[in-house]
């Protein structure tokens, strides 16, 4: 079903600040290998293939982008139909990324809250813990709603973030986690999340760098390297992306991971059999669940809706 859709790509101007691609230089060559293509591919947190479209580097705001990407209904649906895989991941990285919020909470009141992207959901309960009293989430992946566990499903929304789901100007905080670079249209989430934000309200993300020293130095073995991503940012790119669209106090700082070991072994750069001894090696010494805090280049940034 998908493959024919995927296959057809129009060009695009720069997805956060509208320049032509001709200003733009390419970035990562285009490395597409139909035969490994599967459900897993749009799945989160899978182990790297290192495909990818094409991608050029915007020369006005910085963002890595696919200039001639899929469109929005073939990523709706590769998406829907992604497998899950990641539950014991996705708790370790709602760990995480309480961090950035606690700090919101301990401002301001957050009664309605949502996360896009929300996976099963592990993160509305972090919210919960912080005193938000409606947490919402949306999640594209059918697979992992089933994969959530019965009390949360309610909260669960299945679908592409649309903001007429919602109503204007009814949430304290919306969060984004490690799902702006599989969107379409990154600035068009951005807008619409102002305009679902109270005034003083905040929006949270947690997008990769692909210029931190990390990822430099794994170059094409670089998990950012993929084909699930329609754009990467830099700091500078998810700052004006912030900026331009209105939000106020924006900060943008790098942000650190914690998972278990046995997962970073999968992240590796290593070849398929290095990994499985490495993992063996870390499952005999019984280490292999040990967590650790690693800045794998990850950039989260906070912008309010200007109070009126
Ligand atoms: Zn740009």
Known sequence: MTQMQLENRHERLCPVC???????????????DTSKLNE????SRK???YLCYQMVQCHRCDLVYVDRPPSQSALAEVYHAAEYDSSEEAADAARAYA???????KKRPLKDALEIGTGTGVFLDVLKSFGCENVAGI???????????DYRRPWIREGIFRESDYAPESFDLIC??????????PKEIASSVMN????GGAFVTVTHDYRSPVNKLMGKRSPIIDIEHMQL?????????????????VTVRPFANRYALRYWTRLAPLSPRLKKMASSLLSTLGIDGLKLSVNVGNTAAIGFKPTR
Request: glycine fraction near 8%; include cysteine.
């Open 99 to 105: 961090g950035i919020v606690s700090g919101l909470a």
């Open 233 to 249: 940012f830099s700091q500078r790119s998810i700052g004006t992306l912030f900026d331009s669209t209105g939000y106020v106090d």
């Open 139 to 149: 999640e594209p992946s059918s697979a992992a709603i089933a994969a959530a566990p």
């Open 18 to 32: 509208g320049s032509s691609p001709e200003a733009a230089k390419i970035y990562f060559e285009e490395h597409i």
């Open 40 to 43: 897993f591919s749009f799945a």
């Open 176 to 185: 984004c986690f490690m799902t702006l670079e599989h969107v379409r249209e």
């Open 47 to 49: 182990a790297p293939e």
């Open 196 to 199: 679902l934000l109270r005034p």
